[in-house]
Structure formats: C-alpha cells, structure tokens
C-alpha cells in the first residue's frame, strides 16, 4: 500500500463503523419507541452520533463521531461528522452514549451541517452495563424543526454540568 491508499482503506474502514453504529442505534430507538420509525422517514434527515463523556469531579469531556443523513429526491446525502464537548460541574463516571436527531425542517438540518451547532446544560444519572442497571433515555424538542433522543449505551454516572457540545464535519471523511 502506499500511504494515500492506506490512509483511503482506513476512512472507508471508519465509514462503514460509523454506518453500522447508524443501523444498531437506529434499531435500539425503534424497539423502544417504534412510532419514530415513520417520523424519521418523513423528516427532512437525520443524525445518529456515539459519544465517549468522562467526568472528573470538576470538569467534563466528550468526543464521538456519527452521520447526517439527508433525504434526497433520489437518494440520500451522507455527511459524515464529528463532535466533542467540555464543561465545568460536579460529576464522577465515565458515559458511552447515542444521540440520534431528527431533521423536520430542511433549514435546520444544513445550519446543523454548515455551522456546526452547539449547547450548554446538561443534569443526567445513569448505571447501566449492557443489559445490567438502569439508564435515563432522554428526549424531546431542542429548536423548532429538530428533536434529539439519547440513549445510554452502558456506563456509569451522575452529573451536573455546564457544557458545550459543538458539531462539526470530518474533514477526513467527506
């Protein structure tokens, strides 16, 4: 391999993780809420991230990858992104969880892709290890013309943070 096929090999690799986090995430939010499953498909488009927190005492951080998908006349747009967050709180554990958004307005979904966007505020409790604990499913409405839900993957935590999230595109892998 030279070094611009390898390093081609490993985004395709990235790609195709990021594609099946999609499809399990998705499928983990429909057997909980399966009414969202016609609301996805006639939404504008959509955002599936997994994301990594850690909370020291003091302070918070995160990072994840995920996907926007955009529903096109044809096909769908593909936009491959990345996120990571700090903040400042009382917090102890470490969180592995899935967001997912969904597009109702076409406006909003291309400020989500061209601007990034982010927020502040965030008070969660969850234990949960695979199947084992409990876990907060968070959702609801954000900004008019999108709507988040969060699923706690597994992990350990409790916090009450000041936090910012930005969102941004992969250079890598668009």
Do not use: C
Not at 4 to 9: F, Q, R, S, T
Not at 49 to 55: D, L, P, R
Not at 98 to 127: C, H
């Amino acid at each position: 391999f030279t070094p611009i096929l390898k390093a081609e090999a490993d985004a395709d690799q990235q790609r195709a993780e990021i594609r099946q986090m999609r499809t399990e995430v998705l499928q983990e939010l429909f057997d909980l809420k399966p009414e969202l499953k016609s609301r996805l498909k006639k939404a504008e488009g959509y955002a599936v991230f997994s994301n990594v927190g850690v909370n020291l005492i003091f302070a918070s951080f995160a990072g994840g990858k995920g996907i926007v998908v955009e529903h096109g006349f044809f096909s769908d747009d593909e936009t491959f992104m990345k996120m990571g967050s700090a903040g400042i709180g009382l917090g102890l554990g470490v969180k592995d969880f899935r967001a997912v958004f969904i597009f109702t307005e076409k406006e909003m979904l291309k400020n989500f892709v061209e601007k990034g966007w982010d927020f502040s505020g965030q008070a969660d409790a969850a234990a949960k290890s695979n199947q084992k604990g409990g876990s907060v499913e968070a959702s609801g409405t954000i900004l008019p013309g999108m709507e988040v839900y969060q699923l706690t993957k597994n992990g350990i935590a409790l916090q009450a943070t000041v936090q910012g999230t930005k969102y941004w595109k992969d250079k890598e892998l668009n």
